[in-house]
């Protein structure tokens, strides 16, 4: 195809005016058509060009440049600390949730109102021990705090798995929340011996608890009761809260760890051993409510928990000083037992280091070790 029939201007006249054209030069027409959509926007009047496209127009807001992003106004690290302090004030306002530094504390950290806080106990194993402690810790929560906040239930379901932790209660979440439910009254968790427990829950409230232990049970700490491992209701004020130490007031109850030793983080260990025992309350026994619990006495088990570890303490210093050194011209013990094979082959005199080279003092050749060969500067 010859170049005139690209560029004459007649023969695209013509085939604008009359809307036909040979074959071979059909091929014009939307190009045409496509140069038209291109040209007209570009040859017409500032004045005649219809609005603007979105805020082309308009003068965009100037960014500043944070502090550290400025030179002279850095330092390795410096972007930290100017964005800790806006993550701050978004945080304020309502804006930013969930920003934070890898640098935070773990779980584990001091908080000054609720005292050291709890560590991460879970029951991971998928059989019986899982599916009786996710029952009676639902129940807990239910019957306890049922129409409480979400802050509620966990505070409730953390005072038990800090009770699981702790030595002077059950080592079991069934144990711990059924402990005493043998008693008339009296009772750890009021529910469990009150008739509470005659009343069919209410299957959405109870899906609510069971969500709340399924994620204790995991592994989540709620921190804001720290180590509490006692709780009671704005309602009553028994003898001993006010000699423990309150860490938390949150929903209808407040919450109290132990003072002294037993409420320090060394007197819990976080660490679960299975052996849950059947999820239900303990067959009644009536002898139980003609004496006295200790465990209804927080202040005693404290007493109870700090007398256990000077005795405990003092054993092992007392056992430990009996095998050292320091207990030179103590008597010693017997004689191991040995096999009759080794018996036959000499036993105890086998072990007595008696071949041992009998060296009394320095070989001649290590007599000046450590001695100059001549003094320096001679």
């Not at 309502?94 to 806080?117: K, N, Q, V, W, Y």
């Amino acid at each position: 195809m010859s170049e005139e029939w690209a560029f004459n201007p007649d023969i695209a006249a013509r085939i604008a005016s009359t809307g036909r054209a040979r074959p071979e030069r059909a091929w014009l027409r939307p190009m045409l058509v496509l140069l038209a959509a291109f040209t007209v926007p570009a040859l017409a009047a500032p004045g005649e060009w219809g609005g603007e496209i979105g805020d082309a127009g308009k003068r965009e807001v100037a960014i500043e440049p944070m502090p550290f992003e400025q030179a002279g106004n850095s330092f390795p690290g410096s972007a930290f600390y100017y964005l800790a302090s806006a993550a701050d004030e978004q945080r304020i306002a309502g804006l930013g949730e969930g920003i934070h530094s890898d640098a935070e504390d773990a779980p584990t950290r001091f908080d000054p109102m609720a005292g050291p806080a709890a560590r991460a106990l879970r029951v991971d194993n998928s059989g019986v021990d899982r599916s009786r402690a996710e029952q009676c810790l639902t129940a807990a929560i239910y019957y306890e705090a049922a129409s409480e906040p979400d802050a509620g239930q966990r505070a409730v379901a953390q005072v038990v798995l800090n009770r699981v932790a702790h030595p002077a209660f059950p080592n079991t979440v069934c144990g711990v929340v059924y402990q005493g439910s043998e008693r008339s009254t009296g009772c750890q968790f009021t529910f469990t011996c009150d008739g509470s427990l005659a009343r069919a829950p209410n299957r959405y409230f109870w899906e609510r608890a069971a969500a709340v232990a399924r994620a204790a049970l995991s592994g989540y700490v709620y921190t804001p009761v720290g180590l509490a491992t006692h709780y009671h209701t704005f309602a009553v004020h028994p003898v001993w809260d006010a000699k423990m130490i309150n860490v938390a007031n949150i929903g209808a109850h407040r919450f109290f760890r132990m003072p002294g030793p037993g409420g320090e983080p060394g007197a819990f260990r976080f660490a679960y051993a299975g052996g849950e025992p059947v999820a239900a309350p303990h067959a009644h026994n009536a002898a139980a409510d003609t004496r006295p619990d200790p465990a209804n006495d927080p202040l005693a088990i404290a007493r109870a928990y700090q007398t256990g570890l000077r005795q405990a303490q003092s054993t092992n210093f007392t056992t430990a000083f009996a095998s050292s050194p320091l207990s030179a011209g103590t008597s010693p013990g017997p004689a191991p037992a040995y096999a009759q094979d080794l018996q036959r082959r000499g036993g105890e005199a086998l072990y007595r280091g008696e071949n041992l080279p009998q060296t009394t003092g320095i070989k001649d050749e290590y007599q000046n070790s450590g001695r100059w060969i001549a003094q320096p500067g001679q």
